[in-house]
């Protein structure tokens, strides 16, 4: 397995662009009714092409969500491409934003322009949710922090997400 795209603090093998992560940063809540939080990747986008089987997401648990969360690709229509595992929320730390890794169980994606790689949580309130770590300054041509709050992709290209994406 080799890492292609690393947006904190580790070595990149693919000329894929690397980024300091500050842990200052804020976390996000993803919670209630398919909530997502994750990233668009588009035109310049270095990894554009690329396999991916996996994904890291830096989170951590507020209150006491309950359930399964999962990491999936979605195409630029809203078709989901792939399910790249799950997590038992209430594993999830509560004390600070800790590194989860998605394996996929059933293959593996080459990234499209416009897919959306993001985290989905199926449970929670305002009180009660998995926070996702995102930078408010986009460093990365071609990313954009989404989100999906209400039956439709919301993108913020001032914000990027901390992520790994792995072949």
């Not at 397995?1 to 980024?19: D, P, R, W």
């Not at 993803?30 to 092409?49: I, K, N």
């Not at 004390?95 to 994606?109: C, I, K, L, N, V």
Request: charged fraction near 15%; charge should be negative.
């Amino acid at each position: 397995m080799s890492n292609f795209l690393i947006n904190s603090y580790t070595a990149v093998e693919s000329g894929c662009k690397q980024l300091t992560w500050d842990e200052n940063q804020p976390v996000y809540p993803a919670y209630g009714g398919g909530s997502r939080r994750g990233l668009q990747f588009s035109t310049g986008f270095e990894c554009l092409q690329e396999t991916v089987s996996n994904v890291t997401f830096l989170l951590k648990k507020t209150g006491s969500p309950t359930g399964t969360a999962y990491a999936k690709v979605w195409n630029s229509s809203n078709v989901e491409q792939i399910s790249l595992g799950s997590i038992d929320i209430s594993t999830i730390d509560s004390s600070t934003q800790t590194e989860y890794t998605f394996d996929s169980p059933s293959g593996a994606h080459t990234l499209a322009n416009n897919d959306f790689v993001a985290f989905q949580s199926e449970n929670g309130d305002a009180s009660n949710y998995i926070g996702f770590a995102v930078q408010n300054s986009l460093t990365v041509t071609g990313e954009a922090q989404a989100d999906y709050p209400s039956n439709s992709w919301r993108t913020t290209s001032t914000r990027n997400a901390y992520f790994k994406l792995n072949s």
